[in-house]
């Protein structure tokens, strides 16, 4: 292998395919992009919707999942694992026998549960799959707030939440504020059983489609690019804030991330 070829890292994203562009295996691709990293995308499930809701999925067979991330594994040497819907427990399980075979590359987790609007897109067991068989091979796990109360539904406060999600073994948890009643968004991460840091940032007008993917996809293609979890984790926070303050509204519903705002041409 050259060195030009090798000095690119490569992500490998499991993540559904959204026709609208907004989230999904679009979204990764374009965040990843954004941080110098080749996307190797598997689809997870194919979606009806738009930026308006999610109207339809149908999960992709077990093996086809392995497969197709079987395929690249063996062809290209892969710098971090990216997480997205993974909206059954056959799915959950197809990408946990894929995992255990590489421990020692990093796992970001989108826990993907409902859409933006609320329509959950995550069957139970899939949810039960998820907390036994992946939370533990987390490196960074990035719910929000809603989604952390679904995880961990016996605690009885965020901060709780992140404490047992921790005790499942994820390594790092960065929950994020969204959806809280708040004046300013913050995102609050946790490791070794503590709070490590606060992140506060201006809440933004509107709602946004995709922004939970580009957010665990910032921080799997900076730890591809050999930063540190928690440089990694403000880092792609910085990124996604920028993304989300430069999005726009091209259909009839939430605004779409401008993942791409790096490339616009500063004389225009």
Known sequence: MSTQQ?????VMVFSGNDP????????????????????????????????QDVIG????DGGLIVEQAR????????SAFKLGLLASSEAVEAVHSILRDYPDIPVVMDPVIASGSGTVIAEDDAIDAMIELLLPQATVLTPNSREARVLASEADSLDACAMALLERGTEFVLITGTHENTPNVVNTLYANNRVMDSFT????????????????SSIAGLLAQGLEPFTA????????????????????GQRIPNRLFWARDEDS
Request: net charge negative; glycine share 10%; hydrophobic share 40%.
């Open 6 to 10: 090798s000095s690119v890292p490569v």
């Open 20 to 51: 609208s562009g907004g989230a999904g295996i679009q979204a990764d691709i374009e965040a990843l992009i954004s941080h110098g990293c080749h996307t190797a995308p598997v689809v997870t499930a194919l979606t009806i919707q738009d930026t």
């Open 57 to 60: 999925y149908t999960p992709l």
């Open 71 to 78: 395929a690249v594994l063996e062809d290209m040497p892969i």
């Open 201 to 216: 940032w201006e809440r933004l007008e509107g709602s946004f489609h995709g922004s939970g993917c580009t957010l665990a």
């Open 233 to 252: 984790i403000h880092e792609a926070q910085e990124y996604t804030w920028q993304a989300l303050s430069e999005g726009y509204r091209i259909g009839m």
